[in-house]
C-alpha cells in the first residue's frame, strides 16, 4: 500500500511540474508575472524531473536558459543514478 501511495505523490508532482511549466511558458507569451526558476527547480529536485523534462521539451521553454538547464538536467542526472542505484542494491 505504501508503494501506491509513493506512485501516486510522484504522478502528481509530475503533474504539476508540467503545469507549472505550461502556466510560466504562457505568461512569458503574455508579459505576464512569471513563476521563479527556483520554483521550477524545486518541483524537479521533489520528484518532478521526468515532468520538468518532457513540459521543457513540449512547450520548448527555458531550452537555452543558463544556469537553469544545467541545473535541471543535473537534478534529472542525480535521480536517474540513485534510482538506479537503488534499484541494484535491492536486485542483488
Same mark, same amino acid.
Given at each position: 500500500? =505504501?508503494?501506491l501511495l509513493a506512485l501516486l505523490s510522484l504522478i502528481g508532482i509530475n503533474a504539476a511540474a508540467v503545469a507549472a511549466f505550461a502556466i510560466d511558458k504562457r505568461r512569458a507569451i503574455e508579459g505576464e508575472w512569471r513563476i521563479a526558476?527556483?520554483?521550477l527547480l524545486? =518541483?524537479?529536485l521533489i520528484g518532478g524531473s521526468?515532468?520538468?523534462l518532457w513540459a521543457r521539451a513540449r512547450f520548448r521553454h527555458k531550452t537555452r536558459k543558463q544556469p537553469f538547464a544545467t541545473q535541471?538536467?543535473?537534478i534529472a542526472m542525480i535521480q536517474s543514478g540513485l534510482v538506479f542505484g537503488l534499484a541494484a542494491a535491492f536486485l542483488i
Amino acid at each position: 500500500m =505504501l508503494w501506491l501511495l509513493a506512485l501516486l505523490s510522484l504522478i502528481g508532482i509530475n503533474a504539476a511540474a508540467v503545469a507549472a511549466f505550461a502556466i510560466d511558458k504562457r505568461r512569458a507569451i503574455e508579459g505576464e508575472w512569471r513563476i521563479a526558476e527556483s520554483t521550477l527547480l524545486t =518541483l524537479a529536485l521533489i520528484g518532478g524531473s521526468p515532468g520538468a523534462l518532457w513540459a521543457r521539451a513540449r512547450f520548448r521553454h527555458k531550452t537555452r536558459k543558463q544556469p537553469f538547464a544545467t541545473q535541471l538536467d543535473l537534478i534529472a542526472m542525480i535521480q536517474s543514478g540513485l534510482v538506479f542505484g537503488l534499484a541494484a542494491a535491492f536486485l542483488i
